[in-house]
């Protein structure tokens, strides 16, 4: 099966994810521990997203594949966080994680992990798949 995000994409949702973790204790009233939890989710995601190596990486120090696994383990720990800390009967802030639970494996199993994929893409259409053009 042909998946359909490619890396540059897939750093586009993970830069979005981050927001959408950052802003919803905020936005939906989350209990404190919730709060907590989106934060520092949020602050891994960004650090992940900034260090992986893909084209809207920061710097390019950890492959591609390995953030896939990285965000493998976050997701299966997801579902969990909300009995684990306590915060499982506010049903807002459990539905939140849940949520970002079934989105996060929809993202895994529909990635191209093959990092020669956001090459073809480029070739493809011609483009070079960065938001910011580099200084070099």
Known sequence: MKKPITPFAHGVMDYATVATVAAAPALLDFP????????????????????TDYPLAVRRALPFKAHGAAEAFIGAMLPALPWMLGFSHHARARNFFL???????????????????????????????RLVRSAA
């Open 32 to 51: 404190e521990e919730a709060c907590t939890a989106c934060y520092t989710l949020a602050a891994g995601y960004a650090g992940l997203s900034m260090f």
């Open 99 to 129: 949520g970002l639970t079934a989105l996060t494996a929809m993202t895994a199993v529909l990635t191209d992990w093959d990092k020669e994929s956001e090459r073809a893409a480029r070739r493809r259409h011609k483009r070079k798949p």
